[in-house]
């Protein structure tokens, strides 16, 4: 259910020369094609000085499923750079199978793009007990990314082609967090142009690592080339809903109510609610069942804390009648509570814009462990660039553009978006 758009070989070695690659360095491509981004490593790992073919088929990995595709990259990197075919590691396997105990330094590519509605049922409901990043409408590249997050060493990067939507939309939520979560990421939009047949969809490179990706490489080209200042709020922030509890009525509650059931404090956090950003009270409260484990979260072990366990399991048996709830139950007896939509530990200060607005509606969340729920979105400015979003949002212009660009609602309450957010100048 896939249109094939094929890299051409110079944005593939664009995108790898990025990378700050040496000699010995692992370097994967999950999902590689016909090799074109293997053949880009291993151009880079020759000017490191990796002489030998056997030197440079010992660092580059390539994943694919079609057993034609595999026999194409063997013989492209043999033809090039010399050895048999055999010599070289392609595996015919399905990468998002395969198993993640390797890791590496470098993962690159050009994952497939499918939206969720194109894949089986079977497929869908398989890939969503996997795969975090599998909510919503999602499309197969954003479970390619999350595989490879899984895959690197914990100084590794990330550079590979997905769709520019990425950085918006709604679907991308989970995997946006992530990203977050992994470190800095950033999307660099690349010219529809280049590819073959041409892409239907902007393309952009994503970049991800644990500190800055600037390397020697890119800061040349900048001086030479330097990159225009953002002009929308999406190129220096990160948007995003806020947190779906699914049942408020369960997990949201009132401070005095927490404290009047005894619930413990350790499983409370702060909420910010959009319908309350102007002039908003303190009061509200979440309960939390899970706590982070790495860079993942887990489920606390709810025994150690009696009033939490008592007041969530009180309500497991009225979700029963909510079936789209039920069958989440059902499907985690264990976890039931996955339901929610996790948000990631911010990187950075954070605001938070009210969906529904009159006027300006927007708060400065300093509290990491506040919780932002889905009457509001939360933005979560890039590394320095935190002083430039809380100047968008105290500029006149920025809510008179919104006001204009937003849905109608009754009286003269307006609805933004996500995507409407992203695109609103600075």
Request: glycine residues 6%; hydrophobic residues 40%; contains cysteine.
């Amino acid at each position: 259910m896939r249109r094939d758009v094929f890299t051409p070989y110079a944005v593939a070695l664009d995108a790898v020369s990025k990378l700050p690659i040496e000699r010995g360095s692992r370097i994967l491509d999950l999902g590689c094609g016909e090799g074109v981004f293997l053949e880009a490593a291993a151009a880079v790992l020759e000017t490191k000085g990796s002489a030998s073919p056997a030197e440079i088929a010992s660092s580059v990995t390539g994943i694919e499923q079609d057993p034609r595709r595999v026999a194409a990259s063997k013989g492209r990197l043999a033809l090039r750079f010399g050895g048999s075919p055999a010599d070289w590691d392609v595996r015919c396997v399905d990468a998002l199978s395969v198993s993640e105990a390797e890791p590496y330094d470098f993962i690159v590519g050009n994952p497939p793009w499918v939206r969720a509605h194109h894949l089986t049922a079977e497929s869908r409901r398989d890939y969503r007990k996997r795969f975090d990043s599998a909510t919503g409408n999602f499309d197969l590249s954003f479970l390619f990314v999350e595989k490879s997050l899984r895959m690197l060493k914990p100084e590794g990067r990330l550079a590979v082609i997905v769709s520019s939507g990425l950085g918006v939309q709604p679907a991308a939520t989970q995997l946006r967090g992530l990203l977050t979560e992994r470190g800095e990421w950033h999307l660099h939009s690349l010219p529809r142009e280049g590819f073959k047949p041409l892409a239907s969809i902007k393309p952009a490179l994503l970049q991800c690592g644990p500190s800055r990706l600037l390397t020697a490489v890119e800061q040349d080209t900048a001086k030479l080339d330097p990159t225009p200042p953002a002009e929308s709020l999406g190129e220096i922030a990160t948007i995003r809903a806020g947190v779906a509890t699914g049942a408020d009525s369960v997990f949201l509650l009132t401070e005095a109510n927490a404290k009047a059931l005894e619930i413990e404090e350790s499983r409370l956090r702060r909420v910010v609610r959009g319908r309350t950003l102007q002039g908003r009270t303190e009061d509200n409260v979440l309960v939390w069942p899970y706590e982070a484990d790495g860079e993942r979260w887990k489920l606390v072990d709810l025994s150690a804390f009696p009033a939490t366990e008592a007041y969530l399991g009180q309500h497991r048996d009225r979700l029963a009648n909510r079936p789209r709830l039920w069958d989440s139950i059902q499907k985690k007896p264990d976890t039931w509570y996955r339901f929610i939509s996790l948000p990631r530990p911010a990187t950075s200060q954070r605001f938070a814009i009210a969906d529904v607005f009159r006027g300006p509606a927007w708060t400065v969340i300093d509290d990491p462990t506040t919780v932002v729920l889905n009457t509001a979105f939360e933005v979560t400015p890039h590394a320095g660039e935190e002083a430039a979003v809380e100047q968008a949002l105290r500029s006149e212009g920025f809510w008179s553009t919104l006001t204009d660009k937003s849905r109608r609602l009754q009286g003269t309450y307006r609805r933004t978006s996500a995507t409407e957010l992203a695109a609103l100048p600075l």
